[in-house]
């Protein structure tokens, strides 16, 4: 009780136990909250107040353009990393730790390795004289180089190499929260490993599936650094775009209203996945 | 029987199998670029036609480089160093703490590492610019505390939550004042939080692209975005030979958590 006391004294005027948060507070209220805010009223001001710059921004085919591609790259990288990500989980949710731990070793050192490192990597990996194509074309299997950079394809092999990680490392932990004597029980009474599969492993993984795949989601949308070097003209993504708009154009409203569809795609994204895990296990792949 | 590993059948096969073959796809870059960075080819033929030393000379004798490295290292050290501070503090008031919007705020303060970066870093770029900023040391070591400041709550608040209060609590019946038991008494036992917490927030911003690209300014690059200007120039062995020491810095980094987890924990 004391001890309660003493410390509900030690700020006074501030509610109980909240002092702490003051310099977190004051740093992020000051830059971040207002640089963000000021950006948005920036949308709606520059070069004159009204919303041109969103008239703009959805008049356009060249930018509605960029919105189908950034929702569809994100949707197939999101796609295609649940499908790689759930088997390794599976995996490791099951193995020997001694095993497990190397594999483990493994994905930890590519999600530490510098992303322009790895992205770098990709780049001599996919071009048309790379070590892909001359192996596939070694092997017989193609004739003519395969176009793999500057388009979708390298897009989605760079941008699955990066969400990897973080659709594994949740998947594992909700996989092994899965009691199996749910599944031995599911045995017992005669049911396939296909339908134990289906009607047991999956749907009791679906919350972990659906938790991860929307983080990798969200974090595909407002990707800059990999689309940018991975990708094509044709296929640019938002966040290429808005730094384009406002670096090479220097036409910071219509960048600034770019930015701001973005950020509130972002966060009704981001308020559902707070709904679905709760922010206290918001970011629990670290 | 599909959650266990003894009774897997041939499933365990496949799946161990479809494991392997993504570990390669994983480790096949970071290695790839590793074997690339000796080759002897300018052109980046694979595999190279000999093994040299020649890129690391090249690196290594480039001023330029040199200086992009340790404006990095400095500014990735000093926003590590708030990061753990601000975060030390904020954690203890998001954990204990007893007031109306504790949630909101925990979702306030880890919002950066939600948003897109390209968000903030053209809004941070656009009120740097105003207020003088831009370009400079405190502009970048500002806007990268803000961007690892999530990265340093969530491991020392996920430490401070496994702690049991009763023993700080303890320390004080016993006569400790407040402050003395949470020094000697709950910070030691929250080590490896912190510990996470300076790698993670020291790799936020040493790794850090997408501000630095808007913040930096011919005088003042840091490592990434020197690689940046290179790639987007020619795919130069050079590169490889940087991405290398990279690696490297990594692994170094991932063996020394390891081990200094092991001592910590015991």
């Not at chain 1, 136990?17 to 909250?33: H, K, N, Q, R, Y």
């Not at chain 1, 594992?172 to 049911?191: E, Q, Y």
């Not at chain 2, 917490?197 to 005088?219: C, G, K, N, R």
Request: proline share 6%.
């Amino acid at each position: 009780m004391t001890a309660n006391a003493l410390r509900r004294q030690s700020f006074a005027g501030l509610p109980a136990g909240s002092g702490g948060a003051l310099p977190a507070l004051t740093l992020v209220g000051l830059f971040f909250i207002v640089p963000v805010v000021a950006l948005l009223l920036r949308s709606v001001t520059d070069p004159e107040p009204g919303l041109q710059n969103y008239a703009a921004l959805f008049g356009s085919g060249t930018y509605v353009r960029v919105f189908f591609n950034t929702f569809l790259v994100a949707a197939v990288v999101t796609a295609v990393t649940i499908l790689v990500a759930f088997p390794v989980a599976w995996m490791l949710a099951i193995m020997p730790p001694a095993l497990g731990s190397i594999v483990f070793g493994i994905i930890i050192l590519s999600m530490w390795t510098n992303l322009l490192t790895r992205t770098y990597a990709w780049m001599v990996l996919l071009q048309r004289t790379g070590v892909i194509n001359r192996a596939l074309m070694g092997l017989g299997v193609i004739h003519e180089p395969l176009p793999l950079i500057n388009n979708l394809t390298g897009v989605t092999i760079g941008m699955v190499y990066i969400m990897l990680p973080f659709m594994i490392l949740p998947l594992v932990g909700s996989l092994r929260a899965i009691d199996p004597m749910t599944l031995r029980a599911a045995a017992l009474c005669g049911a396939s490993p296909l339908q134990a599969f289906r009607r047991i492993l999956l749907p009791l993984s679906l919350p972990g599936i659906a938790a991860g795949g929307l983080m990798v989601f969200v974090m595909s949308l407002g990707y800059f650094v990999t689309p940018a070097l991975l990708g094509g003209t044709s296929n640019m993504m938002l966040a290429e775009m808005i730094a384009q708009t406002v670096q090479s154009l220097l036409n910071w409203g219509l960048g600034s209203a770019a930015a701001f569809v973005l950020l509130a795609v972002t966060m009704a994204l981001y308020a559902i996945q707070l709904r679905l895990v709760g922010a206290k296990r918001l970011g629990g792949g670290l | 029987m599909l959650l266990d590993y003894d009774r897997l059948g041939w499933l365990r096969a496949a799946l161990a199998g479809f494991t392997a073959l993504v570990a390669a796809f994983l480790l096949l870059p970071v290695v790839f670029i590793v074997l690339l960075s000796f080759g002897s080819s300018r052109w980046l033929a694979f595999p190279p036609p000999g093994w040299t030393l020649k890129w690391y000379q090249e690196l290594l004798a480039d001023p330029a480089w040199i200086d992009a490295a340790l404006t990095s290292a400095k500014i990735a050290a000093m926003a590590a160093i708030l990061a753990v501070l601000i975060g030390l503090l904020a954690s203890f008031s998001l954990v204990r703490g007893e007031f109306r919007g504790r949630q909101l705020l925990r979702g306030l303060l880890l919002t950066p590492m939600v948003l897109p970066v390209v968000v903030f870093a053209i809004a941070i770029y656009a009120f740097f610019l105003r207020i003088g900023l831009a370009g400079t040391t405190t502009g970048f070591v500002i806007a990268h505390t803000i961007l690892a400041l999530p990265f340093a709550i969530i491991p020392i608040a996920t430490a401070l939550e496994g702690f049991d209060k009763s023993i700080e609590d303890a320390a004080i019946v016993c006569g400790a004042s407040p402050l003395q038991a949470r020094l000697r008494i709950t910070l030691p036992s929250i080590r490896i939080g912190i510990f996470s917490a300076a790698i993670f927030s020291f790799l936020a911003s040493w790794d850090e692209v997408v501000v630095a690209i808007f913040m930096a300014s011919p005088t003042l690059q840091t490592l990434p975005v020197k690689i940046w200007g290179s790639l987007r120039a020619d795919l130069s062995p050079v590169v490889a030979a940087a991405s290398s020491l990279l690696v490297g810095l990594t692994l170094a980094l991932m063996i020394v958590t390891a081990l200094l987890r092991r001592r910590l924990s015991r």
